[in-house]
């Protein structure tokens, strides 16, 4: 049996794209940072969300019905934060410059990509929630460098601008 501390410790050292994972609707806007996203297919494009069930607003999410994956650049380690505290959702959306695609759910205008889905099944395993959605829209910027989370600390990878 594998413990749980042995688990996390492992999973520590599995590098992953930080992620501010959003929805809005009839019951608001909410948020928070995940890495857990990947993609599923092509054909259709859709990709995977885990999120925990213990979550404040996780409720919000299978109401809605709609997320949006933005994936975040190395300048946005304080949005990450932001929006993995104990901030109310409008503390939460002040920070940053929100715009929407097709679903209506918030998409950070300046994220290296922002996936606008809509949640077509879902899951449920142990504490967590997979949400598998189908992506419907997605906007790109011109930023050269992600955030990551790699040992439980913040890291920038890309390319960077030679002068």
Not at 54 to 81: C, D, M, P, W, Y
Not at 124 to 131: C, D, N, P
Request: charged fraction near 15%; proline fraction near 2%.
């Amino acid at each position: 049996m594998v413990e749980v501390t042995d688990f996390r410790n492992a999973m520590s050292l599995l590098t992953g794209a930080v992620n501010v994972i959003t929805t809005a609707g009839a019951s608001g806007r909410y948020g928070f940072t995940a890495s857990s996203v990947c993609s599923v297919t092509d054909t259709p494009p859709s990709l995977l969300v885990c999120m925990n069930k213990a979550s404040s607003s996780h409720a919000h999410f299978l109401e809605n019905k709609i997320l949006t994956v933005n994936v975040l650049g190395a300048h946005h380690q304080h949005i990450s934060r932001v929006f993995s505290s104990k901030m109310s959702p409008e503390e939460r959306f002040a920070n940053g410059t929100w715009t929407e695609l097709e679903t209506g759910a918030p998409v950070l205008e300046d994220a290296l990509v922002s996936f606008d889905c809509q949640i077509e099944q879902i899951q449920t395993v142990g504490t967590h929630a997979i949400f598998i959605c189908r992506i419907v829209a997605i906007q790109q910027s011109q930023h050269d460098q992600g955030l990551v989370y790699f040992n439980r600390a913040y890291h920038h990878v890309g390319q960077t601008e030679i002068a």
